[in-house]
């Protein structure tokens, strides 16, 4: 059992996650920066400790000054939340040589999932179906022909070494194979010092679906999927539970694939099992593993009623799972909007700025996970998350209607917010009958750039 | 003395990345349009240009350093 938690994040996840220790009797213990000496986590933590400059590096980042502020309050554990250090398996490992307890999946599961290459292999020996390609690195051209049997073309070429959409190369037929190959060893051996190429089959129009598992290092369980196809340079910016894609087979079968997963690299905590899902061909792909709570986690609470980050402070407490997989059932539909400062009039421009007026948007079915309240100044240090919008009715149809009346309730004032982004959309034909596809956002962009202005 | 102004709140970086070298060393000369340094602003990075030619350039902003919109970067003779 945990007594007090440090919580190594800041935002709205911050207070999330301090909302979820309170709720079990556990005191908390903030971590900020200089520039977040008003912020919201800071103000509802028992207690806060000011752990450096403004620079990420220098305070949420830096594994020294977090590990002496759990030593100096007193904590015995510490949750990472999102981004920053959590999927860091050396801080996992540093927290647990530090006589604490880590709230998440051990460093050596954060390392084997981590990996790519090493995911890839789990996924495939539990029997998870992968995206067709090399299994690691292909050795030779001649490894790479054999290859292209099980990819087809179009074919994906990639850097071992590249990541975040460096170091691609799509070759559409035999010819341009031949010649992208040796081209693409040459560019990433002189980009990344490392020649080493993995090759992947291009699925077209997919949609991004992933399945949020609990384990307890023995046994696990899913609650369902959610399907985040709407994303913009390939940043979710809508999310939902359940999908409308799925037929109830499929779901059982990416469901069950997922726990197959989790179960077979003892998965501890709270995590979430990412595919691709081509609707045309109506097959799912594995893509990768993500080892913490996600931003869009909230959508699966709503219909699960499950309370995730608590589950996670549970477990990491030393709790068996008290959930058996019969008693996880699906109410309704959800649906998470992300409002960020940015101006999407001007191609989604950051706005950091002073909040001068707020109002929250309330009633049934509503909830806003934030950090905003009126008179707080948005620092430019950190990403652009305002706010989660995240709604819950009976159905999708009743739960886009409801997205627009919460968002018109909404009022942040002295930001520009992707607010209007989420008005156009809940209106569009496409979004209201799940017609989408993890590009079409993009193209939509482009097309009704004149619908993104606060006027419009 | 002309000087050169952040357009935005963020964080001030001298150089495209920490492994190379800064875009105006200290002493440089200065033409209008020429990339000074970024401003990382929630995780974006912006092109600080200068308005103003000059010659012997001098920083007043440290690389790394958080700076607010009109925080004065360099200075020009």
Redesign the interface.
Known sequence: MIAKLLVANRGEIAVRIIRAAQDLGIATVAVHSEADRDSLHVQLADEAVNIGPPAAKKSYLSVPAILKAASDTGADAVHPGYGFLAENADFADAVVAAGLTWVGPSGDAIRLMGDKVSARIAADKAGVPVVPGSMGRVASIDEARGILKETGFPVMIKAAAGGGGRGIRIANDLAEFETAFPQAAAEALAAFGDGGLYMEKVIGQARHIEVQVLGDGTRAIHCFERECSLQRRRQKVWEEAPSMALSPELRTGLCASAVRLAEAVNYSGAGTIEYLYDDAADRFYFIEMNTRIQVEHPVTEMITGIDLVAAMLRIAGGEKLWIDQDEVQIRGHAIEVRLNAEDPAKGFAPFPGTITDLRLPGGPGVRFDSMLYAGYTVPPFYDSLLAKLIIHADTREAAITRLTRALSETKIEGCKTTKPLFLALAADQSVRSGAFHTRWLEGWLDANSDRLSPDA | MAQILSP????FYRSASPDQPPFKADGADVAVGDVIGLI?????FHEVKAEVAGSNVQFLTDN?E?VMAGAVLAELS
């Not at chain 2, 935005?8 to 964080?11: D, Q, R, S």
């Not at chain 2, 990382?40 to 974006?44: C, D, G, Q």
């Open positions: 935005l709140p963020g964080t990382e602003v929630m995780k974006s790394e958080p």
